[in-house]
């Protein structure tokens, strides 16, 4: 069965510093990858997403993420975090017929001025 | 302006009484799926639609019933809601299966008791 691991619940971060949030799934084939962002009160936002191709894919808000087939993992990574970047971050992963999808449990960001 | 609506936001009812959240897109989206979101669990799916009429099971279905009679429309019904079904359901909506980004309503929070 499909699942999404996100290892880490929160994560705090100094602002202009880097981040890497962890996403580890289990599928048997090569599924759909997505990251989703969740600001405080409101649905979820698609930051980027990945099926095919080029392994590193960029994403809205200076976000990029990179698949790894070998290690069954779409870590997500910004360089430089800003005090909006704070919220709550899932990663899920499609099936290649694409009905289901598996939401990670969510890393919650939070920003040190 | 493209996007998917819920209503009620918020609701509080009592153990048994029957009811129903409206989802409705303005995208022509083929399929919608509905989620609950609870603390440490991420988002679990609830059930989706492919399109009209045609709708199957998530993973977590127990006591839910969805319909789709139109294309714009995707209603969530509790006949017999539970205290265990209090959470916060989100309805989404894409272009059609697969690795398309979904689209989320603003959630509904509702509270059973």
């Known amino acids: 069965a499909q699942s999404v691991t996100q290892p880490d619940i929160h994560i705090t971060v100094s602002e202009g510093a880097s981040l890497e949030l962890r996403c580890n799934y289990s599928?048997?084939?090569?599924?759909?990858l997505f990251w989703y962002v969740q600001s405080p009160g409101q649905g979820l936002q698609l930051l980027l997403k990945?099926?095919?191709?080029?392994?590193l894919v960029q994403g809205i808000k200076g976000f990029e993420a990179e698949f790894k087939r070998s290690q069954s993992s779409f870590n997500l990574r910004k360089p430089s975090v800003h005090w909006s970047d704070a919220a709550e971050y899932f990663c899920?992963?499609?099936?290649?017929?694409?009905?289901?999808?598996?939401f990670g449990a969510g890393t919650r960001l939070f920003v040190k001025a | 302006e493209a996007q998917v609506t819920q209503n009620p936001r918020y609701l509080i009812t009592v153990t048994g009484k029957k009811l129903t959240v409206t989802c409705s897109q303005n995208?022509?989206?083929?399929?919608m799926s509905w989620y609950r979101q609870d603390p440490g669990l991420g988002l679990r799916q609830i059930y989706y639609?492919?399109?009209?009429?045609?709708?199957d099971k998530g993973d977590v279905p127990e006591g839910y019933k969805v319909s789709r009679k139109e294309k714009r429309n995707f209603p969530l019904i509790l006949e017999s809601p539970s205290p265990n079904q209090t959470s916060l359901y989100f309805c989404?909506?894409?272009?059609?299966?697969?690795?398309?980004?979904?689209?989320f309503g603003p959630g509904t929070r509702l509270t059973v008791t």
């Open positions: 599928y048997g084939a090569t599924p759909y």
């Open positions: 989404a909506s894409s272009l059609r299966q697969g690795a398309y980004e979904q689209y």
């Open positions: 990945y099926f095919s191709g080029d392994t």
């Open positions: 899920a992963v499609g099936d290649t017929g694409g009905f289901k999808t598996i």
């Open positions: 639609s492919m399109n009209v009429e045609v709708t």
């Open positions: 995208m022509n989206h083929e399929y």
